[in-house]
C-alpha cells in the first residue's frame, strides 16, 4: 500500500566492523599468546566445532542460505498425556480438556493400546474440528483412525505409528495397516498420519546426525515400500511427519531441526517429488526424557527450558514439555501447569514466535547446520548401503549403544555435567518419593543419561538408611549393565590426581554392577547377566522356565537368605584394593572419608 511505511536495512554504524584477524588477535591476546586453535573441541557427533565463525563461514557455505519457514504461522503449545494398558483414557482427556482452556493449544496422547482407548469420550470432550490432537500408538492405528473419523470432521494433527522404527512383528502386516491410515486421512489435508518416530533415538543417547540419519533410513524405507497402484508416492510424502526429541545442547538442536528440513528436500527430491512437497513437512517436538533426572528435580525445569527455546528458534511446528517431576511421581496439576505455561512464557514475554527462522544468517548455526547435514548424509548413505531400515537395524542399534556408552563414561567422569547429578549436588537433598519403590518400579525410566549415577546414589541412600534402622534384612540393587567402568570412573574422579592407577583394571568387562546391602555393611559386587537372574528367580520363588518374568533392580530378603543366595550364584565382590566399599560409596556421596 501506497502508505505503509519502506523498510529500513538494519546496520550499527556505531560499531566499527572487525575482520576476521582481528578477531584472531584479540583471541590470541586474551589467551596469551596460545593458539585460538586450541579452543576447537570435538564432538560426540564426531566433527570439530572451532571457538569462533565470522563472515568468511558463509562464504565458505556458497552465501548464506535462505531463511527456513514453516508450513504453519506459528507454533503450538501441545502437552503429552500418556494413556497406559488397559485405561480407557477418561483422566487423561479431562486433563487435556482443562488445559486447551488454560493456554494449551492441542494434545498429544500417547496409547499403550488403542483398543481400551474410549474414542466416544475423547469426541465429547475435545471438539477435534477445532483442535490440534496429536497420537502415538504401537498398533491399532488404522482402528484408532476408523473410529475417529466417526465424528463427521476434517482431523487436525498427527498420527505416529512407526512399526519400523520400533522394531514391531509381522512388519508387511504392520505396513499394510499403514496404507489404509494413508488412505483414511485423504480428506483431512491438516492431519499427518505417516510419523516418524525420531524421539525414540534422541531418547536413548544417539547424538544430532545419527538422529537424523536414523529418520532419513526410515522415511527411505516408507517411501520405498508403501506406494501402490491405489497409493502414489506423493500421497505417502505428503503423510510423512517427524516426531523428535529435544536435548540441553541448545545450540546443536536449533540446528539439528534446521538441518532436518534441508534433508528432508534433499531426500524428496531423490525420489524424484517437487520441492514444493518437502514444504510441507511438519514437525513435533518433545523436551528430552533423555536429559531428565530424579536428583535435585528442579534442575529438570532448566533443561526442558532451553529444549524448548531450542525447538521453538529450530523451527518446529508444535512443542510438548515434559513435567519435571514425571519420573517419579504420578500426573498432577502443579507440573503440568508448569509445564504449559513454559511456552506460553516463550511466546508472550520473550516473543519466541514473531520471526520465522531467527537463527538465519548466524555464521555458527549456518556452519553447524550444514555440517550436521552433510554428516547426517554419509551416515545415512552408509545405512543404505547396509541395505537400508529395516535390514541394517543391527547397524543402528549398534551405532546407538555405542553413542549412549560414551555420553554415560563421559558422565561419571564428570567431563559431561548433569547438574544436580554428578555436579553441585545437593548434599542436604531429601527424596520427596520413595526410592526403594522407585527402583522396583518397571515403569523406572533406565535409558536415561543419568540412569547409573542416578541409581547408584538411590540404593547407597536406602543402604545408609537401613544402617540407621538396624533393619535385620538384605537388599541387592542392580546398578545397571555395563556400569562397573561408569562407577569405577566416578570413584577415581574423586582421587587425588594419579593415585592408584591400577584401579582402572580392577573390573570385568561384560557382567552388571550391583550393591549388596545389609544394616552392617554395604558390598560393590559383580555378577554376569545370567547370575542376577537366577538369583532373583530364586529369592522371588519364581520357576526358572517362567518366561515372562522380569527381575526389578532392587531385591529383598532377610540377611541369611540373601548372603546365601549371593554365594550359591557366586556373585564376586566389587574389589577396590586399598578402600573399603563403605570408603566408595562415601567418596560418591561426597561425605568425604574418614582418616
Given at each position: 500500500m501506497a502508505d505503509s511505511p519502506l523498510p529500513v536495512p538494519v546496520s550499527f554504524a556505531e560499531f566499527p566492523a572487525v575482520t576476521t584477524a582481528q578477531w584472531q588477535e584479540r583471541l590470541a591476546r586474551d589467551l596469551k599468546g596460545q593458539d585460538p586453535a586450541t579452543l576447537t573441541w570435538q564432538t560426540l557427533d564426531g566433527f570439530p566445532v572451532a571457538p569462533f565463525y565470522h563472515q568468511e563461514a558463509l562464504q565458505e557455505l556458497g552465501g548464506a542460505p535462505a531463511p527456513q519457514v514453516r508450513p504453519e504461522a506459528a507454533w503450538r503449545n501441545v502437552p503429552t498425556y500418556v494413556v497406559p494398558a488397559l485405561d480407557r483414557g477418561h483422566a487423561a482427556i479431562d486433563r487435556a480438556a482443562a488445559a486447551l482452556a488454560l493456554g494449551a493449544e492441542g494434545a498429544h496422547f500417547v496409547l499403550a493400546h488403542t483398543e481400551g482407548f474410549d474414542v466416544a469420550y475423547l469426541l465429547r470432550q475435545i471438539p477435534l474440528a477445532e483442535t490440534y490432537v496429536g497420537y502415538s500408538v504401537r498398533g491399532g492405528a488404522a482402528a484408532l483412525l476408523e473410529q475417529l473419523s466417526a465424528a463427521g470432521v476434517a482431523l487436525r494433527g498427527f498420527l505416529v505409528s512407526d512399526p519400523i522404527t520400533q522394531h514391531a512383528p509381522n512388519l508387511a502386516a504392520q505396513q499394510q495397516e499403514l496404507r489404509a491410515v494413508v488412505a483414511a486421512s485423504r480428506a483431512w489435508p491438516e492431519f499427518r498420519a505417516l510419523g516418524i518416530d525420531a524421539a525414540y533415538y534422541g531418547n536413548r543417547g544417539a547424538t544430532?546426525?545419527?538422529?537424523?540419519?536414523?529418520?532419513?533410513?526410515?522415511?527411505?524405507?516408507?517411501?520405498?515400500?508403501?506406494?501402490?497402484?491405489?497409493?502414489?508416492?506423493?500421497?505417502?510424502?505428503?503423510a510423512l511427519h517427524l516426531h523428535v526429541a529435544v536435548a540441553p545442547n541448545y545450540f546443536f538442536e536449533i540446528a539439528k531441526l534446521r538441518a532436518a528440513r534441508r534433508l528432508w528436500t534433499t531426500l524428496l527430491h531423490a525420489y524424484g517429488l517437487p520441492a514444493e512437497v518437502a514444504q510441507h513437512l511438519t514437525i513435533f517436538a518433545s523436551t528430552a526424557t533423555w536429559s531428565q533426572t530424579t536428583l535435585d528435580p528442579h534442575t529438570n525445569l532448566l533443561r526442558v527450558t532451553t529444549e524448548a527455546m531450542s525447538a521453538v528458534l529450530g523451527g518446529a511446528d508444535a512443542l510438548s514439555v515434559g513435567t519435571f517431576d514425571s519420573l517419579f511421581h504420578a500426573p498432577n496439576e502443579f507440573a503440568e501447569r508448569l509445564a504449559r505455561n513454559l511456552p506460553i512464557l516463550l511466546r508472550e514475554e520473550a516473543y519466541l514466535g514473531h520471526v520465522q527462522d531467527p537463527a538465519a544468517g548466524s555464521f555458527y548455526l549456518e556452519t553447524l547446520t550444514d555440517t550436521l547435514a552433510r554428516e547426517a548424509w554419509a551416515l545415512f548413505q552408509q545405512i543404505e548401503t547396509a541395505g537400508g531400515l529395516p535390514a541394517a537395524t543391527g547397524l543402528v542399534l549398534g551405532q546407538l549403544h555405542a553413542s549412549a556408552q560414551a555420553q554415560f563414561r563421559r558422565i561419571a567422569s564428570g567431563e559431561q555435567v548433569v547438574v544436580g547429578t554428578n555436579r553441585y549436588q545437593n548434599a542436604q537433598e531429601q527424596f520427596d518419593y520413595n526410592p526403594k519403590r522407585l527402583l522396583r518400579s518397571q515403569e523406572f525410566d533406565s535409558t536415561r543419561a543419568a540412569y547409573p549415577t542416578e541409581v547408584l546414589r538411590l540404593a547407597t541412600a536406602l543402604h545408609f538408611e537401613r544402617r540407621e534402622k538396624k533393619k535385620k534384612r538384605a537388599a541387592l540393587v542392580l546398578l545397571g549393565a555395563h556400569t562397573n567402568q561408569l562407577i569405577l570412573d566416578s570413584f577415581l574422579r574423586t582421587l587425588p590426581a594419579l593415585e592408584r592407577p591400577e584401579l582402572r583394571q580392577s573390573h570385568p568387562e561384560g557382567t552388571l554392577s550391583v550393591l549388596f546391602s545389609s544394616f552392617e555393611q554395604a558390598t560393590l559386587m559383580y555378577a554376569t547377566p545370567e547370575q542376577f537372574g537366577r538369583l532373583a528367580r530364586a529369592i522371588n520363588q519364581v520357576p526358572l522356565d517362567e518366561p515372562n518374568f522380569v527381575p526389578s533392580a532392587l531385591l529383598t530378603a532377610d540377611l541369611a537368605t540373601m548372603q546365601e543366595a549371593v554365594q550359591l550364584f557366586g556373585l564376586r565382590e566389587f574389589s577396590v584394593q586399598g578402600y573399603s566399599t563403605e570408603d566408595v560409596l562415601a567418596r560418591l556421596q561426597g561425605k568425604g572419608v574418614k582418616n
Open positions: 544430532a546426525t545419527q538422529q537424523l540419519a536414523f529418520a532419513l533410513s526410515t522415511a527411505a524405507a516408507y517411501l520405498s515400500t508403501l506406494p501402490t497402484d491405489d497409493l502414489p508416492l506423493a500421497e505417502v510424502a505428503a
